[in-house]
C-alpha cells in the first residue's frame, strides 16, 4: 500500500503560478497528476516515470512542469501563467506502469483545490 499526500494548492488571479507537491510513502514506477473541474471527468495533467520520462496533456503544455525528487519520493507540479480553466481538485496518483486514464491508477492522493480567478 502506497499513501500519497498532496500539498500546496490555493486561490490565485489569472495568470499566476502555484506548486503542488505529493509525498509518497513508497518508491513507484509512475507517479501523475490529475484534476477533476465539477460536472467534469477526472483528466490527466501529468505523468513522470522512474526513468523521468514526462508527459503533459495539451492545455498545460509549456505552463506545467512536473518533476520528481527521488531521494525524498516528492512529486511536484509547478503551474505558472494558471488560467480560470485550470481550476479543479488536482489528484496525485501513482501506478506500477504509466497511463492516461485514471481508472488504472491503484494509489490516490485525497487531493488539493487550485482555484484561479479572474
Known amino acids: 500500500q502506497v499513501q500519497l499526500v498532496e500539498s500546496g494548492g490555493g486561490s490565485v488571479q489569472a495568470g499566476g503560478s502555484l506548486r503542488l507537491s505529493c509525498t509518497a510513502s513508497a518508491d513507484v514506477y509512475c507517479m501523475a497528476w490529475f484534476r477533476q473541474a465539477p460536472g467534469k471527468e477526472r483528466e490527466r495533467v501529468a505523468t513522470i516515470t522512474r526513468l523521468g520520462t514526462t508527459g503533459y496533456a495539451d492545455s498545460v503544455e509549456g505552463r506545467f512542469t512536473i518533476s520528481k525528487d527521488n531521494a525524498k519520493e516528492t512529486l511536484y507540479l509547478e503551474m505558472n501563467s494558471l488560467e480560470p480553466e485550470d481550476t479543479a481538485m488536482y489528484y496525485c496518483?501513482?501506478?506500477?506502469?504509466?497511463?492516461?486514464?485514471?481508472?488504472?491508477?491503484?494509489?490516490w492522493g485525497q487531493g488539493t483545490q487550485v482555484t484561479v480567478s479572474g
Open positions: 496518483a501513482a501506478n506500477t506502469y504509466s497511463s492516461l486514464r485514471p481508472q488504472a491508477y491503484r494509489y
